[in-house]
Nanobody, 125 residues
Framework: QLQASGGGLVQAGGSLRVSCVAS????????MSWFRQAPGKEREFVAT????????YYADSVKGRFTISRDNAKNTVSLHMNSLKPEDTAVYYC????????????????????WGQGTLVTVSS
């Protein structure tokens, strides 16, 4: 089970952190990712971190502004978002799965087994 938190309202240019806590003892064996879904749009990949934090990947739209991290001792994954833009407004979902990294399948929602309930991030202009 995944529980996301930390969303809210922020002005453009501001920062926000969303976090996700997982239950269970096998957290470190899962890749953790963040996706987001804006109103009227499909769910899109944001960022991923492998089980041992060896690999991280980001969508081009957030590269250089967002940072994903995880703490396996606390079963948590966080997404630090800086220089936020109005187009970052969306419901942010954390997801756990075992996608492969060599073929970019980590960006496909179908490769994830567990999803959090989502947390709303609103960026005002």
């Amino acid at each position: 089970q995944l529980q996301a938190s930390g969303g809210g309202l922020v002005q453009a240019g501001g920062s926000l952190r969303v976090s996700c806590v997982a239950s269970g003892r096998t957290f470190s064996s899962y890749a953790m990712s963040w996706f987001r879904q804006a109103p009227g749009k499909e769910r899109e990949f944001v960022a991923t971190v492998s089980g041992g934090s060896v690999s991280t990947y980001y969508a081009d739209s957030v590269k250089g502004r967002f940072t994903i991290s995880r703490d396996n001792a606390k079963n948590t994954v966080s997404l630090h978002m800086n220089s936020l833009k109005p187009e970052d407004t969306a419901v942010y979902y954390c997801a756990a799965g075992r996608p492969t990294y060599y073929d970019s399948s980590y960006s496909r929602p179908q490769r994830y087994d567990y999803w959090g309930q989502g947390t709303l991030v609103t960026v005002s202009s």
